[in-house]
């Protein structure tokens, strides 16, 4: 399996961030890097990543000091061309959740020229769609049913469907991305 590079800006996410960041940890290992941005947060998150860093080989890190906020698509661009190392590089909001497998089915479909979405598991906040499942398992990290998810995902009837379209989470050769461009 090839690495991954996960992008994530965050501004302010502390709680999403460590939730997010143990996710990859518990359920894809350590194989992969995760590059975080933080955008002139003030609630601690700069020094949690500076902690995660030191015990973290593959955490990349960087900060904008302000005092004017960056924006998400600058910093996934500034994480991709001066942090990743990876070939396959992907756009991971900052409360997400990583589900065993994630890293296999990008592996398994990404190639050049191919953008790979990762289907999202939402709670019934949003109006449905083909890029999510719609199922409850809790709004914040502090109600989260970590394990009711986990039992369900070999139950649920989208296992392995192909949608058209790119949404978050994504991921494209570090290669194409950048040979676009990034993000305008």
Request: charged share 25%; glycine share 8%.
């Given at each position: 399996?090839?690495?991954?590079?996960?992008?994530?800006?965050?501004?302010?996410?502390?709680?999403?961030?460590?939730?997010?960041?143990?996710?990859?940890?518990?359920?894809?290992?350590?194989?992969?890097?995760?590059?975080?941005?933080?955008?002139?947060?003030?609630?601690?998150?700069?020094?949690?990543?500076?902690e995660?860093?030191?015990?973290?080989?593959?955490?990349?890190?960087?900060?904008?000091?302000?005092?004017?906020?960056?924006?998400?698509?600058?910093?996934?661009?500034?994480?991709?061309?001066?942090?990743?190392?990876?070939?396959?590089?992907?756009?991971?909001?900052?409360d997400?959740?990583?589900?065993?497998?994630l890293?296999?089915?990008?592996?398994?479909?990404?190639?050049?020229?191919?953008?790979?979405?990762?289907?999202r598991?939402?709670p019934?906040?949003?109006?449905?769609?083909?890029?999510?499942?719609?199922a409850?398992?809790?709004?914040?990290?502090?109600?989260?049913?970590?394990?009711?998810?986990?039992?369900?995902?070999?139950?649920?009837?989208?296992?392995?469907?192909?949608?058209?379209?790119?949404?978050?989470?994504?991921?494209?050769?570090?290669?194409?991305?950048?040979?676009?461009?990034?993000?305008d």
């Amino acid at each position: 399996m090839k690495p991954i590079s996960f992008i994530q800006p965050s501004r302010n996410n502390l709680k999403y961030l460590q939730w997010s960041y143990n996710s990859i940890r518990k359920n894809l290992g350590y194989i992969h890097e995760i590059c975080i941005a933080d955008d002139f947060s003030d609630d601690g998150t700069w020094e949690w990543l500076q902690e995660i860093q030191k015990k973290d080989p593959n955490v990349k890190i960087h900060r904008n000091e302000g005092p004017t906020r960056l924006g998400h698509t600058i910093l996934y661009d500034t994480l991709i061309n001066d942090y990743a190392t990876n070939d396959i590089v992907m756009i991971y909001h900052a409360d997400m959740y990583a589900c065993p497998g994630l890293d296999v089915e990008i592996n398994k479909h990404i190639k050049k020229g191919v953008v790979v979405s990762g289907t999202r598991i939402e709670p019934p906040l949003h109006p449905p769609g083909p890029e999510k499942i719609l199922a409850d398992y809790g709004i914040e990290p502090e109600e989260f049913n970590e394990q009711q998810l986990l039992r369900d995902l070999d139950k649920m009837n989208d296992k392995g469907k192909t949608t058209e379209g790119i949404f978050a989470p994504w991921a494209i050769m570090k290669e194409d991305f950048q040979s676009i461009g990034g993000h305008d």
